[in-house]
Structures are given as structure tokens and as C-alpha cells.
């Protein structure tokens, strides 16, 4: 066999080879395009589906939906029928458009505080003026130390004494017009307000009732802390040690 014969049988070899390749990668491309565009019928929220509301319920007002979801963006656990969880609560909002998987669905929601509330702690609201709340100056996340005004039971007699030496502000709520006490209304001079405003601690339950006593019984004020401030809460001031020096 010469040479330009050899050549030839090899180019026809390459050719048929070239040729399964081709075969070869242009059905593997149709096979990676069906499995691309391949849909499941998987549940899909077509409307808002809120926090605690049950998938029968959502199901029965129309908030869920059979809908055709491309093979690949299927979430694993997708639900493809109510059957079995229809019972369960949803755990967290859903939006349209979203499947339903089982980390979205629990037996019991519960319902999220607004409120950052530490645990073990419950929440007070307590109304200040804006001299009691030094100013307007305390926001959420402020540590102030609560300090009251009465008298004493035993005398009679006004004191003041730090009653809580450092607690946090979860909230501030609007401020609201309250009138200025002592100060009567006349025809002449309409009565007098001094803004109020809402702020919320962080209590323990002792701290708590401490709060609610003191805020019924007396006057409270609160001073802004920082992380440095040490407050103490074993002496008060009254009128025979107002000017004692400490």
C-alpha cells in the first residue's frame, strides 16, 4: 500500500471518528436540554401565606397551587400534594412564588415579638416626661438606671433613692400631651401639657413589679448609662442628708 493510500484510509478514519464524536455530543446536548427544561408539578404559594396559618387553610383560599417547576429548581422535600401536612402551620411568611418544603412547616408557629425580648426577661412600658427620659435622648438599645421620687411610708417624709441600677430600653413609643400636675385649667389659661413618651425595658419579673409599684406610687426617672457608669442602689437622699457630703 503506497503512501497516498495510507493517508487517505487514516483522513476517512479520522472523519468517522470525528463523526460518533459529534453524534455523541449533540445527543448528549439534547439530553442536558430535556433535563434542563423538564418540569414536576410541585405546591407553590400563589399568594401571600402568612406566619401560623395552616396549608388546608391556605389550600381552601387559594393560596397554594399545583404549578409546573423546572427540574432543577426544585428544593429538595417539595411538597407535590397536601396529603399529611395539611395540619402543619407555616413557620414563616411565604411569599408568592415560593414552593412549600418541610423547613417552612412545623406544628406550632407561635407568634414572633416585635420586641428583642431577652430571655428570661418580659417587657414594662413605662410613661415618662421628657425631663424623666433625660431629654429624648434615650433610644432603643440605651442602658439607663431608674430612680425614684416618693415618700417614705414610715414618715411621710420625700426621698429619692436609685431603685433599679441598670436596665435596657427595648423600645420608645410616640410621644402623647399630658397636663402638667398641680397646674388647674382656667377660663383665661387653657391647661398647661408636658409631652410623655412611652419607653420599654427589658425586666426580670422582680424588676418588673418593682417598676409597676413604684410607678404607681411615686415619681420615676431615668439616667442614661454608659458601659463605664456604676450606680448603687443601698442609700437615698431626703431632707436630713441632702447636703451631707459622701
Given at each position: 500500500?503506497?503512501?497516498?493510500?495510507?493517508?487517505?484510509?487514516?483522513?476517512?478514519?479520522?472523519?468517522?471518528?470525528?463523526?460518533?464524536?459529534?453524534?455523541?455530543?449533540?445527543?448528549?446536548?439534547?439530553?442536558?436540554?430535556?433535563?434542563?427544561?423538564?418540569?414536576?408539578?410541585?405546591?407553590?404559594?400563589?399568594?401571600?401565606?402568612?406566619?401560623?396559618?395552616?396549608?388546608?387553610?391556605?389550600?381552601?383560599?387559594?393560596?397554594?397551587?399545583?404549578?409546573?417547576?423546572?427540574?432543577?429548581?426544585?428544593?429538595?422535600?417539595?411538597?407535590?400534594?397536601?396529603?399529611?401536612?395539611?395540619?402543619?402551620?407555616v413557620l414563616?411568611?411565604?411569599?408568592?412564588?415560593?414552593?412549600?418544603?418541610?423547613?417552612?412547616?412545623?406544628?406550632?408557629?407561635?407568634?414572633?415579638?416585635?420586641?428583642?425580648?431577652?430571655?428570661?426577661?418580659?417587657?414594662?412600658?413605662?410613661?415618662?416626661?421628657?425631663?424623666?427620659?433625660?431629654?429624648?435622648?434615650?433610644?432603643?438599645?440605651?442602658?439607663?438606671?431608674?430612680?425614684?421620687?416618693?415618700?417614705?411610708?414610715?414618715?411621710?417624709?420625700?426621698?429619692?433613692?436609685?431603685?433599679?441600677?441598670?436596665?435596657?430600653?427595648?423600645?420608645?413609643?410616640?410621644?402623647?400631651?399630658?397636663?402638667?400636675?398641680?397646674?388647674?385649667?382656667?377660663?383665661?389659661?387653657?391647661?398647661?401639657?408636658?409631652?410623655?413618651?412611652?419607653?420599654?425595658?427589658?425586666?426580670?419579673?422582680?424588676?418588673?413589679?418593682?417598676?409597676?409599684?413604684?410607678?404607681?406610687?411615686?415619681?420615676?426617672?431615668?439616667a442614661l448609662?454608659?458601659?463605664?457608669?456604676?450606680?448603687?442602689?443601698?442609700?437615698?437622699?431626703?431632707?436630713?442628708?441632702?447636703?451631707?457630703?459622701?
Amino acid at each position: 500500500m503506497d503512501r497516498r493510500r495510507v493517508l487517505l484510509v487514516a483522513a476517512a478514519v479520522v472523519a468517522a471518528l470525528g463523526t460518533v464524536l459529534v453524534f455523541l455530543y449533540v445527543k448528549g446536548a439534547d439530553q442536558r436540554a430535556q433535563d434542563r427544561f423538564a418540569t414536576a408539578q410541585v405546591l407553590v404559594a400563589t399568594a401571600q401565606i402568612e406566619q401560623g396559618e395552616t396549608v388546608a387553610a391556605a389550600a381552601a383560599g387559594g393560596k397554594l397551587a399545583l404549578e409546573p417547576v423546572a427540574s432543577d429548581q426544585i428544593l429538595p422535600g417539595a411538597a407535590t400534594t397536601t396529603e399529611g401536612i395539611s395540619d402543619l402551620q407555616v413557620l414563616t411568611t411565604m411569599y408568592p412564588g415560593e414552593q412549600m418544603i418541610p423547613e417552612k412547616l412545623g406544628k406550632d408557629a407561635g407568634v414572633a415579638s416585635a420586641l428583642p425580648i431577652p430571655a428570661g426577661k418580659v417587657a414594662i412600658a413605662v410613661n415618662l416626661s421628657d425631663p424623666a427620659r433625660v431629654a429624648g435622648f434615650i433610644n432603643p438599645g440605651s442602658e439607663v438606671a431608674v430612680i425614684y421620687s416618693g415618700k417614705n411610708p414610715a414618715t411621710g417624709q420625700p426621698f429619692t433613692r436609685t431603685l433599679l441600677t441598670r436596665a435596657t430600653v427595648l423600645a420608645v413609643g410616640s410621644s402623647t400631651p399630658a397636663p402638667i400636675a398641680g397646674k388647674q385649667p382656667t377660663a383665661n389659661a387653657p391647661a398647661e401639657t408636658v409631652a410623655r413618651t412611652l419607653l420599654t425595658l427589658a425586666l426580670s419579673q422582680d424588676e418588673a413589679q418593682r417598676i409597676l409599684f413604684a410607678q404607681g406610687s411615686g415619681q420615676l426617672t431615668f439616667a442614661l448609662l454608659t458601659k463605664q457608669a456604676k450606680l448603687s442602689d443601698t442609700s437615698s437622699v431626703d431632707s436630713t442628708n441632702l447636703f451631707a457630703k459622701r
